[in-house]
């Protein structure tokens, strides 16, 4: 069973559009994050939160929005999409925010924008 | 600046041959955890480390503990099967791990 879901699996959005990405984890883990993959760029970080609080954020725009409404839900909103917001969307957590946790990742929202 | 350079970022190799893929740090890290990603896009998790090494089966990782400044990923035998893109991952102290570019590890028969 996957430990960390995310919905949904492929979206085609229209610019200026709002989509909201879903991530549920059932590992028991305290901090989650959100990685985008986009086709030029190896992973890269835009937020973290632990115990339901934001910890780092490393989006510029302010179109992204994380959303945690359970201690294991970290949805993330966008807003006004952009053709470049075209990516893979990486959700995962770890049992604490500390560098001595390994951080588990979902399979992916992969989001296209036209 | 870049913290995690990988390398190589491509790599060939025949069945059963054996290779190392490397991860070199600009500063000192806390752990890193090494990842291979398929053909479907998943992030399979292989190994974290905070020091030393582990194994397991035919994939070795090591963590420079001394220095703290690099971490190799040994591949023994290699399968068709291990085929994808490898990525290590490493935290300095912060709350978040950041990725380097990966190896794109193509085994031919």
């Known amino acids: 069973d996957p430990k960390i879901i995310q919905k949904p699996k492929y979206l085609v959005a229209v610019t200026g559009s709002e989509k909201i990405l879903i991530c549920e984890q059932y590992?028991?883990?305290?901090?989650m994050y959100w990685y985008r993959q986009s086709a030029k760029k190896p992973l890269e970080f835009m937020f973290s939160?632990?115990?339901?609080?934001?910890?780092d954020n490393q989006t510029a725009s302010s179109r992204f929005q994380p959303q945690s409404s359970k201690k294991n839900h970290l949805d993330l909103q966008i807003t006004a999409l952009k053709p470049d917001d075209s990516a893979t969307y990486f959700c995962?957590?770890?049992?604490?925010?500390?560098?001595?946790?390994?951080?588990?990742f979902g399979s992916g929202t992969r989001l296209l924008v036209i | 600046g870049d913290q995690v350079e990988q390398s190589p970022s491509a790599l060939s190799l025949h069945e059963g041959t054996d290779s190392a893929l490397r991860c070199n740090f600009t500063?000192?890290?806390?752990?890193v955890q090494w990842f291979r990603q398929n053909s479907r896009g998943s992030l399979i998790s292989l190994f974290y480390?905070?020091?030393?090494t582990k194994e397991n089966g035919r994939l070795k990782s090591a963590f420079d503990s001394k220095e703290r400044r690099y971490s190799t990923l040994h591949i023994r035998d290699a399968q068709l099967e291990d085929s994808g893109t490898y990525f290590c991952?490493?935290?300095?102290?912060?709350?978040?791990?950041?990725f380097g570019a990966g190896t794109k590890l193509t085994i031919k028969p």
């Open positions: 995962a957590s770890s049992q604490e925010s500390t560098p001595n946790s390994d951080y588990t």
């Open positions: 590992l028991g883990h305290n901090a």
């Open positions: 939160y632990s115990y339901q609080k934001l910890m």
């Open positions: 500063t000192t890290m806390r752990s």
């Open positions: 480390l905070a020091s030393g």
């Open positions: 991952a490493a935290n300095y102290g912060n709350e978040k791990i950041t």
